[in-house]
């Protein structure tokens, strides 16, 4: 089964608001995680990532958490925007697979009202 | 800066026949990974190659799929004699040589079979 999955499969925000969206994973031995958005017809894009040694990480308005212990990742979205609008997947790279090859959750949309 | 580039962007094919699908990587990057996404589905690994080289092929299936990466020009994804259920998007990813490196999407094939 996925290793990889995602607690609300839609979330709806205010603009201006900040944006939490959530996945579980359920592999001890995966060492690296990311998240990536996608647009409607349009490969995903690489948002942020994060290795197994750290807890969190900043970019541009986004925020990674990871938790170890309960085996969580979010992602925090600030001031979220109507280009915010789309499908974030988190995945997975289990310590010893090969590079690349990443398990996806099914995603989250994310709707930003105006 | 071209990202990385697929084409073509759709493509539909009658059962029975091959569909080939292509994928240049980015300018630097020596790895390319090929995926599939079904509709309102995250996406599944299919095949790690390098020049010249299939590194992982474990989420291939195991008839009519093939996948090459030639010392020179794009890398192609080749279907035989699809079916229905290969109707998908099929996504392409390259990354640079190291290891972790993010991966970066192409906007993907759309491929129809009727």
């Known amino acids: 089964g996925e290793s990889v999955g995602l607690h609300l499969p839609t979330l709806s925000v205010q603009e201006g608001d900040n944006s939490i969206i959530n996945c579980a994973y359920s592999n001890s031995a995966s060492d690296y995680f990311i998240w990536y958005k996608q647009e409607s017809g349009k490969g995903p894009q690489f948002i942020i990532d994060?290795?197994?040694?750290?807890d969190k990480r900043q970019g541009q308005r986004v925020t990674v958490l990871l938790n170890k212990t309960v085996k969580h990742l979010s992602l925090q979205i600030a001031a979220t925007q109507p280009g915010d609008s789309a499908v974030y997947f988190c995945a997975e790279n289990i310590l010893g697979g090969s590079q690349g090859n990443l398990i996806f959750g099914k995603g989250t949309k994310l709707s930003v009202k105006p | 800066n071209a990202g990385v580039m697929q084409n073509p962007r759709h493509l539909v094919r009658r059962r029975g026949q091959e569909a080939r699908l292509r994928c240049s990587p980015m300018k630097g990057h020596s790895h390319v990974y090929w995926y599939r996404q079904l509709p309102e589905e995250g996406l599944k690994f299919m095949v790690y190659?390098?020049?010249?080289?299939?590194?992982?092929e474990s989420g291939m299936p195991k008839e009519r799929f093939s996948a090459e990466f030639p010392k020179e020009g794009p890398s192609i994804l080749r279907i035989q004699q699809v079916v229905r259920g290969d109707s998908a998007a099929y996504f392409c990813?390259?990354?640079?040589?190291?290891?972790?490196?993010?991966?970066?999407f192409g906007n993907g094939t759309r491929l129809t079979v009727t």
């Open positions: 990813a390259s990354s640079r040589n190291k290891v972790n490196s993010p991966l970066h």
């Open positions: 190659l390098q020049k010249e080289n299939i590194i992982d």
């Open positions: 994060i290795r197994s040694n750290m």
